[in-house]
Every structure is written in C-alpha cells, then in structure tokens.
C-alpha cells in the first residue's frame, strides 16, 4: 500500500473522530505529500530521463539478484530504450525503440523473448525520440577511448556530462568480447569474472553490431561496473540477440548517436 493509499485509511478511519482531530490527520497528509513531492527526480538533475531500479553492488556484495520490477512497466513508452539483466541473472535485457530482444540460456541454446512478461533484477531505461549522428574518428579504438570521446562530443553538443544520458554505436567492430548471463541456482558468491562465464560467452570479429550504452560518472557500483563509466548491450543485424559487452575494439566508419538536444 502507497504513503497515499495508506494516508486515506487511517483518514477515512478518523471522521467520525472530532472535528479537530480530523483536522490534524488532514494536516499530516499535506505535510506528507509535500514532503513526497519534494522527493521525486528533478528533471533539472535529470534532464535525459534516465532511471534505473536495482544494483550491481547489491548482487556482488549481498547476492541479491531478486525480480525488482516487471518489464510491462514499460511497454507504453513508444521511444523507450532499455537494457538490463532477468531477475535471477537469467539472461540479459535489451530494448531498443521499444522492441525487445531479451536473451537467455536454455539447455545450452540461446532463447529470445520479444515481450515484456519478464522480470528485472537490474534495469536502466530512458525514452529517446530523437538522436543526433556524430563520426567516430578511426584512430578511437578501446572501450577507455570511446568513453572519452563520448564525454567530449555530448559536451560539445551542449549536453550535461555530470548527469546520465544514453547513447547509440553502429558500424562493424573490429572485435567484440560478450556474454549472455545464466547463473547457478543457489550460488550466492558473486565476481564480475564469474558473471562473463556462467552462460554463454564468446568474441565476435568484424561484425556489423548495434549497441546501447548509458554512460554516468556517478553510478559506478549501480549500473555501470567499479572500472567502467558506460553499461553496454549489443544486437547484431544478422542474428538478432541481446548480449552485454564486456569489451570491444571499434573498426572504422562506426557512429555514435546522442540524444538530439534542442
């Protein structure tokens, strides 16, 4: 039950109270509710609505990989790009323009489900309607590299780099090391090494991809891992599955897209 729903019964459950205690209750309420309204996001603070629900932090210290919300919250949002990991660590999330392609492990096989019935322990999401097409220059090769270069030209583009926003890659990488998560039941000892190899995992060589990627300077330990400014996923055009980026080397003639700034 919600602060308002709760605030309504013990309100409903006073009226035939004397007028003045009504009144206090009622007073109590306003107050709660400014309160309330005080804590809900600034836009000013998060002006590319980027939200996130869940933890790495939480999953490699406490092995907390319970469902933290249900992906339908966002099947209403027509722009909305997402990605994330299954509740349980049962594969990996990914929604692009509101299309998923999530991805799991059964019995050794890649699994696609193109719906939002699934769980989340771990979701980042931000609705884009428009984005901006910039060239990566080719001598940007390393993960280390494009996390620069993408502070550099969100700056240049007008963006605020101290808040989290969003991002596209296309083009071929040169290489692309990946994974798609299935975690043992019952296994409650957590590492960044054990999470790439507990499911499918692999490295791609000059292969067209899409990836999605959230870049935050403050969200180390939250969405993004101790050593990373950025949380990436990628789809490839010729086998549409969703898998997480552990590292990559860029090829030429690839573009990064940034939400479009007016």
């Known amino acids: 039950m919600d602060i308002f729903s709760q605030l309504n019964t013990l309100i409903m459950?006073?009226?035939?109270?004397?007028?003045?205690g009504l009144l206090i209750y009622l007073g109590i309420f306003f107050l709660l509710l400014l309160i309330h309204s005080s804590c809900r996001p600034d836009s000013a603070h998060n002006p590319y609505g980027v939200f996130n629900i869940g933890a790495l932090k939480n999953m490699m210290r406490a092995g907390d990989i319970s469902a933290k919300v249900n992906l339908d919250t966002l099947k209403d949002l027509p722009h909305v790009y997402a990605l994330g990991a299954m509740a349980e660590l049962k594969g990996e999330i990914q929604i692009f323009e509101g299309q998923v392609v999530n991805t799991s492990v059964q019995t050794g096989h890649l699994s696609i489900d193109s719906t939002f019935n699934g769980m989340a322990t771990l979701l980042v999401w931000a609705e884009v309607p428009r984005w901006k097409e910039h060239t990566i220059p080719p001598q940007i090769k390393s993960r280390q590299q494009l996390e620069q270069f993408i502070k550099e030209t969100a700056k240049a583009q007008g963006m605020d780099t101290a808040t989290p926003f969003p991002f596209l890659l296309e083009g071929t990488v040169d290489s692309l090391d990946w994974h798609i998560i299935n975690w043992p039941e019952g296994d409650?000892?957590?590492?960044?090494?054990?999470?790439?190899?507990?499911?499918?995992?692999?490295?791609?060589?000059?292969?067209?991809?899409?990836?999605?990627?959230?870049?935050?300077?403050?969200?180390?330990?939250?969405?993004?891992?101790?050593?990373?400014?950025?949380?990436?996923?990628?789809?490839?055009?010729?086998?549409?599955?969703?898998?997480?980026?552990?590292?990559?080397?860029?090829?030429?003639?690839?573009?990064?897209k940034l939400p479009f700034v007016e």
């Open 13 to 20: 459950a006073q009226r035939y109270k004397h007028r003045s």
């Open 188 to 256: 409650m000892e957590h590492s960044h090494e054990k999470h790439i190899t507990s499911g499918l995992h692999g490295v791609l060589h000059q292969i067209p991809v899409e990836i999605l990627g959230f870049y935050s300077r403050h969200h180390r330990g939250i969405f993004t891992h101790h050593s990373s400014y950025s949380h990436l996923h990628f789809t490839t055009p010729e086998a549409p599955f969703a898998g997480h980026v552990d590292d990559l080397q860029l090829g030429s003639s690839m573009r990064l």
